[in-house]
């Protein structure tokens, strides 16, 4: 079934996400077109039958079905009547088809679209991590500005690999919440807000199936706890002590590379929600990090303006870091391939992981 489900992804060349997925206005060459097909112009330019002439020989053009999943039904003399059995069966095609590519037998996980990866807007001015940095350090002295909280609130996508089915894409909400006495409670849910109310993927019992939207995968209270190590312990507010507390959770005992070093800002992120003074450090430290580089303006996977900083590992592996480009506040990380990996089936640009923070 595998198979057959990589051939109907192929045929099908608008992603479910597009924006030209759904019906839209014709463009001007799109309605002269209809305007001659309604009329019968192009038939008789062609010297083929026209309208009547077809309907006397016995013959029935058909209506082609567009993506959506709606019939294009010409509106000719005697085809009103074809309109709801039309619409019915493409109904029923485009069920039929979901169903297909997201239900594909008990021996292969149900296949589902991954996300794309984010594109940085054309024609947009990169603004440099030294003028970021200047302007989270402005505002990390105003009264009323964020303070430091421990617990975090992400959204995360990641694909899930294996040597005997296609790749899936694995989309989580995450909230952890932190009491005075200690505890705390870790609410996890499945959702993908690019899909609201649709059915997510999930895999909490070790095979991935579909499961409703909001699906508590996750709901635990946890006994009080302390810890004075990194990342348990609240991370300083200096740049070069914040260096060295997020190499301690990496645990390499050696310095940090840059993509490293993105990976040990997503720890502190899935531990801590950073206040203003707490994201001037760190991007002042992102400032004064080599192989970081400025990429232009980009919308998150939640919406949200950014400006988008970009490295690239020996593993083939780019990440892009999302930034709010008025606070300095870290808003994403996204991660993919800049090669195609044929173990794992996985197409260059797939996106390995994606992490959205949110106050």
């Keep these: 079934m595998a198979d057959e489900l990589d051939l109907l992804r192929s045929a099908d060349p608008v992603p479910s996400d597009d924006h030209r997925f759904g019906d839209g206005p014709l463009n001007p060459r799109a309605e002269h077109r209809l305007a001659r097909l309604l009329t019968g112009a192009d038939e008789r330019a062609a010297g083929r039958p026209g309208e009547g002439q077809e309907a006397r020989s016995g013959r029935l053009r058909l209506p082609?079905?567009?993506?959506?999943?709606?019939?294009?039904?010409?509106?000719?003399?005697?085809?009103?009547?074809?309109?709801?059995?039309?619409?019915?069966?493409a109904t029923a095609?485009?069920?039929?088809?979901?169903?297909?590519?997201?239900?594909?037998?008990?021996?292969?996980?149900?296949?589902?679209?991954?996300?794309?990866?984010l594109v940085i807007e054309t024609g947009s001015a990169p603004v440099p991590l030294d003028r970021l940095a200047e302007r989270a350090a402005a505002l990390a002295g105003d009264q009323g500005a964020p303070r430091l909280r421990k617990g975090t609130h992400v959204q995360s996508w990641s694909l899930g690999m294996s040597d005997d089915d296609p790749p899936v894409t694995l989309a989580e909400e995450r909230l952890v919440r932190w009491r005075p006495d200690g505890s705390h409670t870790e609410l996890v849910v499945a959702t993908d807000p690019r899909h609201p109310g649709r059915p997510v993927l999930s895999d909490e019992d070790g095979t991935p199936r579909l499961v409703d939207d909001g699906h508590v995968l996750l709901d635990r209270t946890y006994p009080p706890s302390w810890s004075d190590a990194p990342p348990q312990s609240p991370p300083p507010r200096a740049p070069d002590r914040l260096r060295?507390?997020?190499?301690?959770?990496?645990?390499?005992?050696?310095?940090?590379?840059?993509?490293?070093?993105?990976?040990?800002?997503?720890?502190?992120?899935?531990?801590?929600?950073?206040?203003?003074?707490?994201?001037a450090a760190l991007a002042r430290l992102l400032a004064d990090t080599e192989g970081l580089r400025p990429a232009g303006r980009v919308t998150d996977r939640l919406g949200r303006n950014g400006q988008a900083y970009v490295t690239d590992d020996a593993h083939g592996v780019r990440r892009m870091l999302i930034m709010d480009p008025v606070t300095g506040a870290v808003l994403g990380l996204e991660s993919t391939l800049t090669a195609p990996d044929p173990e794992y089936r996985a197409d260059r640009g797939a996106v390995m992981a994606y992490s959205a923070w949110m106050p």
């Design 64 to 89: 082609s079905v567009s993506w959506s999943g709606r019939p294009v039904v010409p509106s000719l003399p005697g085809a009103r009547r074809l309109r709801i059995v039309w619409g019915l069966l």
């Design 93 to 117: 095609l485009l069920a039929a088809l979901t169903l297909g590519l997201v239900v594909s037998g008990p021996s292969s996980p149900p296949a589902v679209a991954a996300p794309r990866p």
């Design 244 to 279: 060295a507390y997020l190499a301690e959770t990496q645990y390499t005992g050696t310095p940090l590379t840059t993509p490293e070093l993105l990976d040990a800002v997503a720890t502190l992120l899935d531990h801590w929600t950073l206040g203003a003074r707490e994201s």
